[in-house]
């Protein structure tokens, strides 16, 4: 019996081969070359130049990366305070069972059809202080200069990514409530529990996976947010938007300086794993952990 269950383990063993040359050729090999670049002077056109540790002892030194950090993890720890609670409320809401929540929930799905640069675009005409939303509708308090001062470009492009990313949240907090088991909410309802009480004692509990599963996508993905940024701010003002995703394409495509921007490259990669590792501790060791731990 073990001799058939090894030898059917075994011929099975094959059908991870192809992911694994997916993952090689399209995330091993350019994480390396990109490693490699790191080191070397490029314009992108002409010769490549070895530098040594010239990019780096230019990127870390540099002061506008601090900055860029500081900018990086604002919007990435504003949008998580933004989407996860709002995430977290539809997501129980559009699970329920009445018919009329499933229409609701394709209409809260549809900014995710949408691409960030026509979201940008969108919002650029909507926030224009002579020609947009408030202009048309004649709503002094919308009538602002909403890009072109720091707090408000930075709190647009928080809202905008909000919008934009909600849905997709909601969708797995939606499927994460699916699978709390029915007798939970029938035991509570018997001791006379409410549905405020059921939500923060049975529900957020029972989605402590589910939150840091959607919290992990959430904060790693922030880190690569760059066409929205760059179609709706630019960076600006005063790079106030300007996060590292951006700086890197400014320096590789704008300033033809491919090394540095491939050091930027490498510290949002190490940036994004150490996140995902601490998030990923938050959850605990045991990979057969069950949803009703949560409890």
């Given at each position: 019996?073990?001799?058939?269950?090894?030898?059917?383990?075994?011929?099975?063993?094959?059908?991870?081969?192809?992911?694994?040359?997916?993952?090689?050729?399209?995330?091993?090999?350019?994480?390396?070359?990109?490693?490699?670049?790191?080191?070397?002077?490029?314009?992108?056109?002409?010769?490549?130049?070895?530098?040594?540790?010239?990019?780096?002892?230019?990127?870390?030194?540099?002061?506008?990366?601090?900055?860029?950090?500081?900018?990086?993890?604002?919007?990435?720890?504003?949008?998580?305070?933004?989407?996860?609670?709002?995430?977290?409320?539809?997501?129980?809401?559009?699970?329920?069972?009445?018919?009329?929540?499933?229409?609701?929930?394709?209409?809260?799905?549809?900014?995710?059809?949408?691409?960030?640069?026509?979201?940008?675009?969108?919002?650029?005409?909507?926030?224009?202080?002579?020609?947009?939303?408030?202009?048309?509708?004649?709503?002094?308090?919308?009538?602002?200069?909403?890009?072109?001062?720091?707090?408000?470009?930075?709190?647009?492009?928080?809202?905008?990514?909000?919008?934009?990313?909600?849905?997709?949240?909601?969708?797995?907090?939606?499927?994460?409530?699916?699978?709390?088991?029915?007798?939970?909410?029938?035991?509570?309802?018997?001791?006379?529990?409410?549905?405020?009480?059921?939500?923060?004692?049975?529900?957020?509990?029972?989605?402590?996976?589910?939150?840091?599963?959607?919290?992990?996508?959430?904060?790693?993905?922030?880190?690569?947010?760059f066409d929205l940024i760059f179609v709706l701010t630019a960076g600006g003002p005063s790079d106030a938007t300007r996060v590292l995703a951006l700086d890197m394409y400014l320096r590789g495509f704008r300033g033809n300086l491919m090394g540095p921007a491939s050091v930027i490259a490498v510290i949002l990669v190490l940036v994004g794993l150490a996140l995902a590792l601490a998030l990923?501790?938050?959850?605990?060791?045991?990979?057969?952990?069950?949803?009703?731990?949560?409890?």
């Open positions: 019996m073990r001799t058939a269950v090894g030898t059917r383990r075994g011929s099975l063993g094959w059908l991870v081969v192809p992911a694994l040359l997916f993952f090689t050729a399209f995330g091993i090999v350019p994480l390396v070359g990109v490693l490699a670049l790191s080191f070397t002077t490029w314009d992108g056109i002409g010769a490549i130049m070895p530098a040594g540790l010239a990019n780096w002892s230019s990127v870390l030194t540099d002061p506008g990366l601090p900055h860029a950090l500081w900018v990086t993890f604002l919007v990435m720890t504003l949008s998580w305070l933004v989407q996860t609670p709002l995430s977290i409320l539809i997501g129980v809401f559009v699970a329920g069972g009445q018919r009329y929540r499933a229409v609701l929930a394709v209409l809260y799905f549809l900014p995710l059809l949408l691409s960030s640069a026509a979201i940008a675009i969108a919002y650029k005409a909507l926030l224009d202080p002579n020609f947009g939303l408030g202009a048309g509708l004649g709503l002094p308090f919308l009538v602002q200069n909403w890009l072109g001062e720091p707090a408000l470009a930075l709190g647009v492009v928080v809202f905008v990514v909000s919008w934009q990313f909600v849905p997709f949240h909601s969708l797995i907090y939606q499927g994460g409530v699916r699978q709390i088991p029915v007798s939970l909410y029938e035991a509570a309802r018997i001791d006379g529990a409410g549905r405020v009480r059921q939500f923060f004692s049975i529900t957020l509990p029972q989605l402590k996976y589910t939150i840091i599963t959607s919290s992990t996508l959430m904060v790693v993905g922030s880190l690569t947010f990923r501790r938050l959850g605990g060791t045991d990979p057969n952990a069950s949803q009703l731990e949560g409890a």
